[in-house]
């Protein structure tokens, strides 16, 4: 079965504490992306990339890193200096179907911070 | 900066009518968009792409329009029914630099679409 896998689904930290999402995909897409969604708001994106050992800042970069070592994972950590951590994230892959790309999104991971 | 409108906000109609949800966007030099669905709590389902070089695309009950020159996309959903209650959601990508795109979305806030029985 092909796909998209967050985990885990909720996720509740205490404020100052980092947090790493996961995001793994068995789809052989290169490129990866990071969203965050807020209450009655679209997507915004975090970061994302490309291919192996490379990614890019998105709108909404301050606070998150990355890393993307393998082509199927692109974990994102919360570190505590994200203000307003709490929100429903979104990780994506996409495919390039010449000429365009078509993204695909996986289940969605909800962090809590108290 | 590309800005992406999504109207109505939220919509309500009975079952079996015909719809059509609005997008617009500011800025016409797209490299796609596309059409999605959100269940509450849940991640987001493609139902189309258009490229930036096509009119329409169809898949079903669901027809997608989009004019570049005027910033527009219309989803129409013809024969509704309560299973398509949800928020639909589009998404541009922009072209970069080099001409081409890196499929970075901007997204709209979404229409919540309740259709009921």
């Known amino acids: 079965d092909g796909g998209i896998t967050q985990s885990p689904k909720y996720l509740f930290r205490k404020e100052g504490q980092n947090v790493t999402l996961s995001c793994e995909q068995n789809?052989?897409?290169?490129?990866m992306y990071w969203y965050r969604q807020d209450p009655g708001q679209g997507l915004r994106l975090i970061y994302y990339?490309?291919?192996?050992?490379?990614?890019q800042k998105g709108d909404i970069a301050e606070g998150y890193s990355v890393s993307r070592e393998k082509k199927e994972s692109f974990p994102l950590t919360v570190t505590s200096a994200q203000k307003n951590p709490t929100a429903f994230y979104l990780c994506?892959?996409?495919?390039?179907?010449?000429?365009?790309?078509?993204?695909?999104f996986g289940p969605g991971t909800r962090l809590t911070v108290t | 900066k590309q800005e992406v409108t999504q109207i109505p906000a939220a919509l309500s109609v009975p079952e079996g009518e015909n719809l059509v949800l609005n997008c617009s966007f500011t800025d016409s030099a797209i490299y796609n968009l596309q059409w999605f669905r959100q269940d509450p709590g849940k991640g987001l389902t493609s139902l189309l792409l258009i490229q930036s070089s096509q009119r329409e695309q169809t898949s079903g009950r669901l027809n997608a329009s989009l004019d570049k020159s005027s910033g527009r996309s219309t989803l129409y959903i013809a024969a509704s029914q309560p299973g398509d209650s949800a928020t639909y959601l589009c998404a541009v990508s922009i072209i970069n630099a080099g001409g081409t795109s890196y499929g970075k979305l901007t997204f709209g806030q979404g229409t919540i679409l309740t259709v009921h029985p």
């Open positions: 990339s490309q291919i192996v050992n490379d990614f």
């Open positions: 994506a892959s996409s495919i390039y179907r010449g000429p365009t790309y078509e993204q695909y």
């Open positions: 789809l052989n897409h290169d490129a």
